[in-house]
């Protein structure tokens, strides 16, 4: 069974610094790509950003690029989201997804930037 345990959100101030994390278990992390996707109140999943199964390929949406960091330690099965100069318009919930399976998604983990 894929299980996949968000972490790390918080209220943080425009500006701010946070880095989600997301434990796997249940399948061999190592073999696929993760994404990173996000919902606001009221919307849709958008996605964020998503890391190759190696690492060594990254991809971002327009509206993080330069500011957020995907990462992944395929040792700990986990996979990170480093986001600096946060903006109001990134709270969200965030969730990570194996592949573009958004079924795969944990319980996510709300990020709320505000003054």
């Known amino acids: 069974e894929v299980q996949l345990v968000e972490s790390g959100g918080g209220l943080v101030q425009p500006g701010g610094s946070l880095r989600l994390s997301c434990d796997a278990s249940g399948f061999t992390f190592s073999r696929y790509e993760m994404n990173w996707v996000r919902q606001a109140l009221g919307k849709g999943l958008v996605w964020v950003s998503s890391?190759?199964?190696?690492?060594?390929?990254?991809y971002y949406a327009e509206s993080v690029k330069g500011r957020f960091t995907i990462a992944r330690d395929n040792a700990k099965k986990t996979l990170y989201l480093q986001m600096d100069n946060l903006r109001t318009d990134d709270t969200a919930v965030y969730y990570c997804?194996?592949?573009?399976?958004?079924?795969?998604r944990g319980q996510g983990t709300q990020v709320t930037v505000s003054s």
């Open positions: 890391i190759s199964s190696s690492g060594r390929s990254t």
């Open positions: 997804v194996r592949s573009m399976d958004y079924e795969t």
